[in-house]
């Protein structure tokens, strides 16, 4: 196989599955991963949810290699559980076989989280228009991904729902698109707005509720080379029946807070502390409070003006 000569929707679902049982090559964003799945069901959705990346042969030094498989059964009448491991060794416990596509997922991103600290890696959303970045950090729960996802809908292309992640030194991002987790409520929320959006299976009582992962838009996929400048920095929170607000941020401010939403700000030091000094310096900051998702969207919308203006 030619590198990166064919995606994971060249080869049927029952091929994949045999085939990522025994490991397979995949490029996801910046990252060469190989990926073992022992398990049919989840195999079987990544090879939905991952249909438009590029497979990549054995010929190289893999980022990481990572699999996950069935664990053996603690005792009679236990439940099933999977193991998730990274080059071998497994970072936690075993968890429930119901969640194992969370569980692969959720492994990834402590795989890019506590490895490949060559990246600025800020906990935000990215998306692009004009080749310019719109990056929204946030906490848990503040509708990130819920946003995200909607933007990655409207005409926005989607870095990352998760990692923002920069080089040090420069102001451009570079993209990690991934299935967004939409958890709860926010499933039926996105299944109403983009209802011609692909969405994976339901997994039900997971640490963080029920989840649904939304398949990454095949244009972000596709175009997952191509960097973006900071343009915008936007602070989301979601919150019931709030009316709409979105309101100029201090840099001071702004600084603060997207320090402190990265995953490895005191890990690079002074390298950290310029790339988002220029981040903040160079974008415009605002904070943005909503409860309508479409409100939200024709506010972020606003915000773009013309590259030429």
């Known amino acids: 196989m030619n590198?990166?000569?064919?995606?994971?929707?060249?080869?049927?679902?029952?091929?994949?599955?045999?085939?990522?049982?025994?490991?397979?090559?995949?490029?996801?964003?910046?990252?060469?991963?190989?990926?073992?799945?022992?398990?049919?069901?989840?195999?079987?959705?990544?090879?939905?949810?991952?249909?438009?990346?590029?497979?990549?042969?054995?010929?190289?030094?893999?980022?990481?290699?990572?699999?996950?498989?069935?664990?053996?059964?603690r005792g009679p009448g236990s439940a099933r559980r999977v193991r998730f491991r990274v080059d071998g060794?497994?970072?936690?416990?075993?968890?429930?076989?119901?969640?194992?596509l969370a569980v692969l997922e959720w492994g990834l991103n402590l795989v890019v989280a506590l490895r490949f600290h060559g990246f600025l890696m800020l906990h935000a959303a990215v998306l692009e228009r004009d080749g310019r970045a719109l990056v929204m950090p946030a906490m848990p729960g503040h509708g990130k991904t819920t946003l995200c996802a909607a933007l990655a809908h409207r005409g926005w292309r989607l870095?990352?729902?998760?990692?923002?992640?920069?080089r040090p030194g420069t102001m451009d991002f570079v993209p990690?698109?991934?299935?967004?987790?939409?958890?709860n409520e926010s499933i039926d929320v996105l299944r109403a707005f983009a209802?011609?959006?692909?969405?994976?299976?339901?997994?039900?009582?997971?640490?963080?509720?029920?989840?649904?992962?939304?398949r990454a838009p095949s244009d972000s996929v596709a175009r997952a080379s191509e960097t973006a400048r900071a343009a915008w920095i936007v602070f989301p929170r979601w919150a019931a029946d709030a009316?709409?607000?979105?309101?100029?941020?201090?840099?001071?401010?702004?600084?603060f807070s997207l320090a402190t939403n990265a995953f490895n700000y005191e890990l690079l030091g002074e390298p950290a502390f310029d790339t988002v000094k220029k981040i903040v310096g160079a974008s415009r900051r605002m904070r943005l409070r909503y409860s309508s998702l479409d409100e939200a969207v024709e506010a972020l919308e606003a915000l773009v003006e013309p590259v030429d203006a």
Do not use: Q
């Not at 042969?57 to 290699?65: K, Q, S």
């Open 243 to 255: 009316a709409l607000e979105l309101e100029p941020v201090p840099a001071d401010r702004a600084f």
């Open 176 to 183: 990690f698109p991934r299935p967004m987790p939409l958890k």
């Open 159 to 166: 870095l990352s729902d998760e990692f923002g992640l920069v």
């Open 3 to 73: 590198d990166v000569a064919a995606t994971v929707a060249t080869i049927d679902a029952e091929t994949f599955v045999e085939r990522i049982r025994g490991g397979l090559g995949l490029r996801i964003g910046p990252f060469d991963l190989r990926m073992t799945v022992g398990l049919r069901e989840p195999a079987r959705a990544l090879h939905a949810l991952y249909r438009n990346y590029p497979l990549v042969d054995d010929e190289r030094v893999f980022h990481g290699h990572v699999s996950l498989c069935e664990a053996p059964l």
């Open 195 to 214: 209802p011609d959006a692909f969405f994976g299976p339901r997994i039900e009582a997971t640490a963080k509720g029920d989840i649904v992962h939304l």
């Open 89 to 100: 060794r497994a970072p936690h416990e075993d968890r429930p076989a119901a969640h194992a």
